[in-house]
């Protein structure tokens, strides 16, 4: 939820697009122009989905990039090839772009439930990466009355340096102090929908700037 609900944010204050095309991120990709069976869901999934019955596998075209991780395995893989993806009845192919932050919460229903809960950082290195996190009441429309909140959040690949900012706004019931579970993503760490067993690092955050290095 925090990935897509930030998201969202973006589509409200900078008219942004969630799904779109590869061709909108790899303009100069020629392999990208008439690919209309992939997209990205915002700066991070590539998703896959699978188009035709009784299939176990898809071809997937990985664009230009550092590195490609599978969401479900945690595989590296190069940019800029074709591979053959696992798409298995219960689940469709996902890769994510190195230099991804992507946030992840608890399974929950709706918005507004258990805001205090923990969030998992997945780090998907290979490259610098950022995200905004974006926080609100969870229901109403007291956010376009700036009752919101961003949590800017950089990555430095060199130094393996995480960097939680700041945070900028407040609105009622703001969760003041939040745990940030940070996984760095590899082979078999970091996959699927389930939060990590075991993290890389654990921050608790009270709404000031805290550096940390990831290891």
């Known amino acids: ?42 700066p991070a999934i590539l998703v896959n989905p699978v188009l035709k ?12 990039a550092p590195a490609w991780y599978d969401f479900w395995t945690g595989k590296s893989l190069k940019g800029s090839q074709d591979v053959e993806a696992d798409a298995p009845l219960e ?3 996902l890769f994510v772009r190195a230099g991804s932050i992507v946030p992840m ?7 507004a ?3 205090g809960g923990p969030i998992e950082l997945r780090i ?23 009752e919101h909140a961003v949590i800017p959040i950089r990555w430095d690949d060199h130094t393996g340096t995480l960097t939680i900012g700041a945070r900028e706004g407040s ?3 703001i969760v003041e102090h ?5 996984v760095l993503v590899a082979d078999g760490r970091g996959v699927g929908v389930d939060v990590t067993d075991a993290a890389n690092a654990e921050i608790s955050y009270d709404g000031k700037e805290v550096p940390a290095t990831i290891k």
């Not at 925090?2 to 799904?19: D, F, G, M, R």
């Not at 939040?178 to 940070?182: M, P, S």
């Open 171 to 173: 609105f009622p019931g």
């Open 53 to 64: 019955a009784d299939v176990t596998k898809r071809n997937v075209y990985l664009p230009a």
């Open 91 to 93: 689940r469709m192919p």
């Open 1 to 42: 939820m925090p990935y897509i609900y930030s998201l969202a944010w973006k589509v409200t204050s900078e008219n942004y697009t969630i799904q779109r095309p590869l061709v909108m991120d790899w303009r100069t990709e020629p392999n990208t122009w008439n690919l209309g069976d992939e997209f990205m869901f915002g």
């Open 105 to 111: 919460g608890p399974q929950i229903e709706y918005a």
């Open 113 to 115: 439930q258990d805001p």
């Open 124 to 146: 998907y290195r290979g490259a610098d990466g950022k995200f905004d996190l974006y926080e609100d009441a969870g229901d109403g429309y007291e956010y376009e009355k700036d």
């Open 178 to 182: 939040r745990r940030f579970r940070v």
